[in-house]
């Protein structure tokens, strides 16, 4: 049976890199990153520069309010911030699909079910809260496949 007392502290390894990752994908600096998370700027930094551990209060946020997986947060291992959407969640497909296929009626497109699945899966790699922009890019690219004006 494995000791989990030994194998159980955090190891920090990236867990800095790919913070700032998350940060620098949201498109802000450190210090509104932190007022953001609530937490104090120098000690935000001590988690970025991988001096000290996070607290799990840190975790629970990013997983809440950003969609953040924290399996790649904790081990990576690459530096590309990975979305929880990979879960299911019935509310978000249920909204994209029936946007989608409003989007397509509106636009004049009659497509297939596989289609309508495709575009939510590249949609639904992204995090939840901007779903919206990625519609309105559907959008645009539509319009464009169809010759019509864009408007943006």
């Not at 947060?73 to 994209?96: C, F, K, M, T």
């Amino acid at each position: 049976m494995q000791n989990l007392t030994s194998s159980s502290k955090f190891s920090r390894g990236g867990f800095g890199r790919r913070l700032s990752a998350v940060r620098n994908s949201l498109g802000l600096n450190a210090p509104t990153f932190a007022d953001r998370l609530g937490f104090p700027r120098r000690t935000y930094l001590t988690w970025e520069r991988e001096e000290s551990d996070p607290p799990a209060r840190l975790l629970l946020l990013l997983a809440r309010d950003y969609d953040i997986d924290l399996i790649w947060l904790l081990e990576g291992p690459q530096d590309v911030v990975q979305y929880g959407s990979a879960r299911w969640d019935w509310d978000r497909y249920i909204a994209l699909k029936r946007s989608l296929k409003d989007l397509a009626i509106r636009l004049g497109l009659n497509p297939s079910e596989d289609q309508i699945i495709d575009v939510m899966r590249e949609i639904s790699t992204g995090p939840r809260h901007q779903d919206e922009d990625a519609l309105r890019h559907v959008e645009r690219l539509w319009k464009a496949a169809l010759g019509a004006p864009t408007n943006g």
